[in-house]
């Protein structure tokens, strides 16, 4: 009995100063792996998704620059067509003054056929009228008459050849106007429905590839580690929080400083193409405004206000300057989108369909130049 205690306590002694043997903590070749596998299937993922949010965003800009390119199309036939009514117009006008002169001297041919008929016969020779005379007086009083009527009404027949000359050429011009005007009217009646049709494209190809983007980016974000998110998150802050209000940078009372301080009194406005303000805006109809505010009148359309001033290198940038967007060739239509520059390398415009007038980077690939006008 004694020594089957003994045996015990000898056992208890060994098992405390020996403890069973513990699990490795470090990880097994299997969860080194697996956690390996995990990373390539987690950065597949992301590669996967922002790939296609790339597509989708690069869908969304294709449609953007095709619906403005129409809409910028329509916005310069209706500057043609203005500029086809003030021709007719004149035209007409000059039509008109040419149609009362003409009527001004018939009326005085009309007056010469009637003393002819109701006195002097200017049809018959010279020397048959002095001979129907009386006396020597007499036959010279009507000799003196008679060349002064004829040369009176040779000047007033003149007279109403050029004024019915001067009158078809009107006519022709303002027949030329007209159809001139007709033709502008037609063409942007045609780029009007074009720019409709790719508008409806766009919102509904808008909203379906804006689901996508929302869900991609989540997969996204997904991927994406804590710190990587955040780091994002703050980068967006700032540039959000870069002109809030009382951060505006007010340099003075150039033109283009009106300009850049009014635009920015804008901002949140809905995009709405062709409009001009005040309740919403289209990229040229803001600037359009924006410059009108400086007391500098540009027309409401991206291929006129390019040429609306000198071009400025971008390293000579001045708040108000425009920026175009697009590709720069003979053709002015390849020219879609305009904003306005406020400083640091940002800009406000008014970007597209179911957007909003809001600040945004100036540095886009399209970029092809910048305007100061005057």
């Known amino acids: 009995m004694r020594s089957v205690r003994a045996g015990f306590l000898v056992a208890c002694a060994l098992a405390t100063l020996c403890p069973p043997a513990q699990a490795d903590p470090r990880p097994s070749q299997d969860d080194v792996a697996e956690a390996r596998e995990a990373v390539r299937d987690k950065n597949k993922a992301l590669g996967s998704a922002a790939a296609r949010l790339a597509s989708a965003q690069g ?3 294709r449609l953007a620059a095709e619906t403005e390119r129409l809409v910028e199309a329509y916005n310069g036939e209706l500057v043609r067509m203005a500029a086809a009514r003030q021709t007719a117009d004149a035209a007409r006008a000059r039509l008109t003054g040419a149609e009362s002169e003409v009527a001004t001297a018939r009326t005085a041919v009309a007056v010469i056929a009637a003393e002819t008929y109701g006195g002097f016969d200017l049809s018959k020779p010279m020397m048959t009228v002095l001979l129907d005379g009386g006396g020597d007086s007499d036959t010279l009083h009507r000799a003196s008459m008679l060349e002064q009527m004829s040369g009176e009404r040779a000047m007033t027949l003149e007279r109403l050849r050029q004024a019915e000359e001067v009158a078809a050429i009107f006519r022709t011009q303002a027949d030329q106007a007209l159809g001139a005007q007709r033709s502008a009217t037609a063409r942007a009646e045609t780029l009007k429905e074009a720019a409709e049709r790719a508008t409806r494209v766009q919102e509904r190809e808008t909203a379906r590839l804006m689901r996508e983007k929302r869900s991609l ?4 974000d997904a991927a994406r580690s804590r710190a990587e998110r955040l780091a994002r998150e703050r980068a967006a802050a700032r540039v959000r ?7 505006v940078p007010v340099r003075g009372s150039s ?3 009106i300009a850049a301080n009014w635009v920015l009194t804008q901002l949140g406005k809905p995009y709405v193409w062709a409009a001009d303000g005040p309740a919403s ?48 060739t003979s053709d002015p239509g390849t020219i879609h989108h305009v904003g306005m520059y406020i400083g640091r390398g ?4 008014a970007p597209q369909t179911g957007d909003v007038v809001r600040i945004a980077s100036m540095w886009r690939s399209d970029l092809v130049g910048a305007t100061r006008p005057s």
């Not at 929080?241 to 951060?247: C, E, L, V």
């Not at 805006?281 to 924006?290: E, K």
Request: glycine share 14%; aromatic share 10%.
């Open 59 to 61: 869908e969304l800009d």
């Open 217 to 220: 980016t989540k997969q996204v």
């Open 241 to 247: 929080t870069s002109f809030r209000a009382g951060a």
């Open 255 to 257: 033109g283009g400083d």
């Open 281 to 328: 805006y289209d990229c040229s109809g803001l600037t359009m405004r924006a410059w009108e505010q400086a007391g500098v009148r540009i027309d409401h359309w991206t291929g006129t206000q390019w040429t609306s001033g000198p071009h400025v290198p971008m390293s000579q940038l001045r708040r108000g300057d425009l920026l175009f967007f697009g590709r720069i």
């Open 346 to 349: 940002l800009m406000v415009h």
